[in-house]
């Protein structure tokens, strides 16, 4: 593991890491794996994001370059494999067959592209009521629902840092088996939904401007307003060694 902004971040090569998550998926024990960026790791030192739901999860695999090349800066050494790759990869992987793989956050539509596109893969759809909130009865229902399902992996899709609370939630409501990815739009970009950035600006640390470009009103807030407050943190927990 590598310690970065208070988080211990898996080591490891891709192969590797999608072998963990398909040996947590086929062990013993629940298990849940989060995948943060520049955002969610600003709302975790800020405090809008429950320390424990993060620092809990078993797996924290860093799904930002940004991050990457701050830890750099340190001579610390990040492995970067977002969440859109690793559920791409598990779903084409060998590795996972026989696996079940439950699906939480897209509707049936989603589901049912995925599925066709995936035909060898076995598929279940957990419904996720729109406008999900923490501590409601639906919010109550859905956790028992997915606690209760048969999965070995859950894909849980719905928006951060509501599915790393179901995920940790998941745990109190007596899940004991598998595994569950906080992977957020995954399915979405699997699907055609979204558009992913092409390589050219995955490859140059950017794909935060193509999301800006072509999600402008939604995403200025993150990138712009919000998200250089990383660089305030980063000198204070890592160059500083405040907090």
Same mark, same amino acid.
């Given at each position: 593991?590598? %310690?970065?902004?208070?988080? &211990?971040?898996?080591?490891?090569?891709?192969?590797?890491?999608?072998?963990?998550?398909?040996?947590?998926?086929?062990?013993?024990?629940?298990?849940?794996?989060?995948?943060?960026?520049?955002?969610?790791?600003?709302?975790?030192?800020?405090?809008?994001?429950?320390?424990?739901?993060?620092?809990?999860?078993?797996?924290?695999?860093?799904?930002?370059?940004?991050?990457?090349?701050?830890?750099?800066?340190?001579?610390?050494?990040?492995?970067?494999? @977002?969440?859109?790759?690793?559920?791409?990869?598990?779903?084409?992987?060998?590795?996972?067959?026989?696996?079940?793989?439950?699906?939480?956050?897209?509707?049936?539509?989603?589901?049912? &592209?995925?599925?066709? %596109?995936?035909?060898?893969?076995?598929?279940?759809?957990?419904?996720?009521?729109?406008?999900?909130? @923490?501590?409601?009865?639906?919010?109550?229902?859905?956790? &028992?629902?997915?606690?209760?399902?048969?999965?070995?992996?859950?894909?849980?899709?719905?928006?951060?840092?509501?599915?790393?609370?179901?995920?940790?939630?998941?745990?109190?409501?007596?899940?004991?088996?598998?595994?569950?990815?906080?992977?957020?739009?995954?399915?979405?970009?699997?699907?055609?939904?979204? $558009?992913?950035? @092409?390589?050219?600006?995955?490859?140059?640390?950017?794909?935060?401007?193509? %999301?800006?470009?072509?999600? @402008?009103?939604?995403?200025?807030?993150?990138?712009?307003?919000?998200?250089?407050?990383?660089?305030?943190?980063?000198?204070?927990?890592?160059?500083?060694? $405040?907090?």
């Amino acid at each position: 593991m590598t %310690r970065f902004m208070t988080l &211990d971040f898996a080591d490891g090569d891709r192969p590797a890491l999608l072998a963990r998550v398909v040996g947590m998926a086929r062990a013993e024990g629940y298990a849940w794996v989060v995948t943060p960026n520049v955002d969610h790791v600003i709302k975790l030192m800020d405090g809008r994001v429950e320390a424990d739901v993060y620092r809990d999860a078993d797996l924290k695999v860093c799904d930002s370059r940004i991050l990457a090349h701050l830890a750099r800066l340190r001579g610390k050494a990040l492995a970067v494999y @977002p969440g859109s790759d690793l559920t791409a990869d598990l779903l084409a992987s060998p590795a996972s067959d026989g696996l079940i793989i439950g699906v939480f956050g897209p509707d049936r539509a989603a589901f049912d &592209d995925l599925a066709a %596109r995936h035909p060898r893969r076995r598929l279940t759809f957990i419904d996720a009521p729109m406008g999900l909130t @923490p501590g409601t009865g639906a919010w109550i229902t859905a956790v &028992d629902t997915a606690a209760r399902a048969d999965w070995d992996v859950l894909l849980a899709c719905i928006s951060f840092p509501k599915q790393e609370r179901f995920a940790y939630a998941l745990r109190a409501a007596g899940r004991e088996r598998g595994v569950a990815l906080c992977v957020g739009a995954s399915v979405d970009f699997l699907t055609g939904r979204q $558009q992913r950035a @092409p390589r050219l600006y995955q490859q140059l640390s950017l794909e935060w401007l193509h %999301r800006l470009m072509t999600q @402008p009103r939604r995403m200025f807030r993150r990138y712009v307003i919000e998200g250089p407050a990383i660089f305030g943190w980063f000198i204070r927990h890592e160059v500083l060694g $405040q907090g």
